[in-house]
């Protein structure tokens, strides 16, 4: 049987295969494997694509996000505000540095993160808050900049699944995903809306001081070759992905826009099932649907997916725990029951396939066989 799967690389690497394998090459005969010219362009190009003054490239997302917070200044002790309902990485820095990660519940619509819980959180402790564009879909940065403007507080944005996506002011004014806050952090993961063919990542900002701050970070705390001003780490982006990431950044729009198409579609086909909840959209964000992202009901959650894997249709649960439940992080602040709405929708999400190559005909398939399931659970 023909397997869908979630993302199809290698039909998008198909499409570019002449330029990237160029791309690649050019970096072979230059040898300039790490640096060098490959990275400075891309990371020209992505700063004129996203409309912000420095863009940072870095190892992973998951350092940009810990690079971005060790370049606020912030100490031990101090609390920072992140979503449960998200991925890992998020709350996983902050504890790493010491920092105390206050989690908070998100919107039951957007997955985002709620900001009448961000203001319920804040503390004389609080320095930071880390919104999370969850699924390609900004959070409501409007309220949480202002929130933010009135405590004195950072904004790391984690645009890690919201590359491209942008945001609408009510002054009018459009920002993208990541450019927001003090620092935006993506992640540049082969499956992500603009990924390379490794890891990468990268820090938006722009802040000359926190961008000269976070580059030294980056680089082993070093500004003049050999002198260490501050404890940093070692995290680049290397010269391969960066020539591959410069050929991507001219398809991402046309890649948003691909899996926009695919997202109406199955609203479409799948308007009609009572039982299931579509992904719902915010009016001043335009949502790059990473991921496309439905709900279930939880007595029906685990036997569609086992249903649509019978036919060859691969679904994800993002996310199955909470950040406040898993194992790593318990903490007597927090007990089952506190964040009710993540609660709830790690037991109802499911993930199905979304990518920039997924064609009207499999969404078709896709949604005819999820029909088929709720007709045969109706009786
Ligand atoms: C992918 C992701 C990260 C981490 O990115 P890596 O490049 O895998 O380190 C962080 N936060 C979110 C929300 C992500 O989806």
Known sequence: MEQIPMVDLKGQYLRIKDEIDSAIQDVLNSTEFVKGGAVTRFQHNFETYLGVKHVIPVGNGTD????????????????????????????????????????????????????????????????????VHLFGQNANMEAILALARNHHLFVVEDA?????????????????????????CTSFFPSKNLGCYGDGGAL?????????????IANHGMTVRYHHDRVGVNSRLDSMQAAILDVKLRYLDEYIANRQRAAARYDLKLADIPQIVLPAKNNQSTHSFHQYTIQVPTENRDSLQHFLKGNGINSMIYYPIPLHLQ???????????????????????????MHSELSDETVDFISQKILDFFDGTQV
């Open 64 to 131: 940009a996000l810990q690079i971005a917070l060790m370049s606020l200044g912030l100490q031990p002790g101090d609390e920072v505000i992140t979503p449960t309902f998200t991925f890992i990485a998020t709350a996983e820095v902050v504890a790493l540095l010491g920092l105390t990660p206050v989690v908070v519940d998100v919107d039951p619509r957007t997955f985002c993160l709620s900001v009448e819980a961000v203001e319920r959180a804040i503390t004389p402790k609080t320095k930071a808050i880390v919104p």
């Open 327 to 353: 194992k790593a992080y318990q903490d007597s602040r927090y007990q089952s029951g506190d964040f009710p709405v993540a609660e709830h929708l790690s037991n109802v999400v499911l993930s199905l396939p």
């Open 204 to 216: 938006f900002t722009d802040d000359d001081e926190i961008a000269q701050t976070a580059k030294c």
């Open 160 to 184: 890690c699944q919201s590359t491209g996506s942008e945001y609408r002011f009510a002054d009018g004014s459009v920002k993208k995903s990541g450019c927001m806050g003090h620092i935006g």
